[in-house]
Nanobody, 125 residues
Framework: QVQLVESGGGLVQAGGSLRLSCAAS????????MGWFLQAPGKEREFVAAISGSGGIQRYADSVKGRFTISRHNAKNTVYLQMNSLRPEDTAVYYC??????????????????WGQGTQVTVSS
């Protein structure tokens, strides 16, 4: 069982930056692919970014490429999402997710076994 706790959300003006963090419980953090997803009001959950267990491979949604960066610090059991050049359309609840141990890098929610409670990101125009 993995427990995930996100932090770092908030209100920011368009063009600004935020860094989300996701702290994970457990001793085998480095075996999990980690992902970030967002869900805007009235919309389905969307993939944002994912990172391999070692951190050497990242995947991004086209909408965030060049603006967002996913990274991880395995010794701290933490994954990050650095969000730059934020836009009003980035407004959503952002969720951290952990895949099954040694699983593939998935870009859909079904590829992840554990989820955090979410953190709200609001970008004003």
């Amino acid at each position: 069982q993995v427990q995930l706790v996100e932090s770092g959300g908030g209100l920011v003006q368009a063009g600004g930056s935020l860094r989300l963090s996701c702290a994970a419980s457990g001793r085998t953090f480095s075996s999990y692919v980690m992902g970030w997803f967002l869900q805007a009001p009235g919309k389905e959950r969307e993939f944002v970014a994912a990172i391999s267990g070692s951190g050497g491979i990242q995947r991004y949604a086209d909408s965030v490429k060049g603006r967002f960066t996913i990274s991880r610090h395995n010794a701290k059991n933490t994954v990050y999402l650095q969000m730059n050049s934020l836009r009003p359309e980035d407004t959503a609840v952002y969720y951290c997710a952990a895949g099954p141990p040694f699983g593939p890098i998935a870009t859909t929610g079904s590829g992840y076994a554990y989820w955090g409670q979410g953190t709200q990101v609001t970008v004003s125009s």
